[in-house]
């Protein structure tokens, strides 16, 4: 018998689909869900993890769809700088770069050692439970965080500029440190890296766009990173399971476009409030020209 | 960004030093690692190759830091 059905892999792809670009943490509902809907499915089996990574490639192949002009711009930026050796204080493209670089660091340093076990400590549907509710207790956080914020000054530097101006290397790994959080299940990315950056500084349009970037190097490494484990044994009788819970994840359609638009212009609470009430789907061209950043 | 080039030779170093504890944690089992190396399980047969990925990771910062240090004087 297979551990999880394709019924299963389609409501927690869709489940994930639609919760993993709000601040609620898809991995953590994705815990909880099963034992709610009494399912027999072990959190802590090597299968299940394998099954929700190999899902969460549709995420990262997503999110580079949506912002590949972006790590177009930002790739060049990396390979000039190391050609110059040095990043050039003009050049957004190279220091955007090398902050993300640099915000990455964190979560893949604790992702790769401690993996094992902050799954084995938290991977369960309780701890997951209690962490959602500490997430919300962050995202309170971060709403009081975005009342103080500074609001982006129209007429100064734009977009990336302003990220790539008022970010140091520093507040940079301050970020990552703060999406390293969401290794626990229960905890948001979104939601924590965007806390990180409003409590180093940056404007509430700058943090989730500085978050929304963040997210495609780090979920599509560790999609890559699990791709052996799908492709080996541990991956028997979930590979057509991951398939389903991929293709409707990445078919989702609320999470690729109104989602990050939304959570632009509010922060996660009124994103959430404005989408439950459908007003988010009719993200504007002003807001989703700045999430996509200025086109070169 | 002020370059320091007294920081090459030691960045260098680290980045040769970390390269080296990947490719151990890579070669060796968890139970042949030296003790005072994280990941050491007495009697372990298991490559602790995400350990190894995260020294490669380390690795390649050090070099690129240095790298950056070597940048050449501008007039």
Known sequence: ?296 | MTKRRELIIPAVILGILLLALAILYWVDTAGSLPSFIPGHEAGSSHHHVKHGIAAAILALGAFVFAWFQTEPKRQ
């Not at chain 1, 109104?258 to 996660?268: G, I, K, N, S």
Request: positive net charge; proline residues 5%; charged residues 20%.
């Open chain 1, 1 to 296: 018998m297979d551990p999880i059905s394709y019924f299963q892999a389609a409501v927690l792809g869709l489940l994930q689909g639609v919760s993993e670009l709000f601040p609620v943490s898809s991995l953590g509902h994705s815990v909880v869900l099963p034992r709610l809907l009494g399912w027999d499915i072990h959190q802590n089996d090597d299968y299940f993890l394998t099954f929700l990574v190999a899902t969460h490639l549709a995420t990262a192949l997503v999110l580079l769809g949506f912002f590949w002009r972006d790590w177009l711009r930002i790739v060049r930026g990396l390979g000039r700088s190391l050609r110059d050796r040095e990043i050039a204080r003009d050049d957004t493209d190279a220091r955007l770069g090398w902050l993300l670089v640099v915000a990455t660091i964190p979560a893949g340093l604790v992702g790769l050692i401690l993996e094992h076990q902050l799954r084995k400590i938290f991977a369960s549907p309780q701890s997951a439970a209690a962490f959602l509710a500490l997430n919300g207790v962050m995202l309170y956080g971060a709403e009081r965080l975005r009342r103080n914020a500074p609001v982006v000054d129209r007429a100064g530097p734009q977009g990336d500029e302003r990220i790539a101006g008022r970010l140091s290397f520093r507040d940079a790994l301050g970020v990552g440190t703060a999406q390293a959080v969401a290794l626990i299940p229960g905890f948001s990315r979104s939601g924590a890296a965007m806390s990180g950056g409003l409590l180093v500084g940056l404007s509430n349009e700058d943090a989730a766009r500085f978050s929304f970037l963040l997210a495609t190097p780090i979920i599509g490494a560790a999609a890559v990173l699990k791709l052996p484990d799908l492709l080996g044994s541990q991956g028997d009788h979930v590979r057509g399971q991951a398939l389903v819970g991929g293709a409707l994840r990445g078919r989702d359609r609320v999470s690729r476009r109104a989602v990050p638009a939304a959570l632009l212009r509010d922060q996660p609470p009124h994103a959430v409030r404005r989408l439950l009430l459908r007003r988010g789907d009719r993200a504007d061209d002003r807001l989703r020209r700045h999430l996509k950043g200025p086109r070169s």
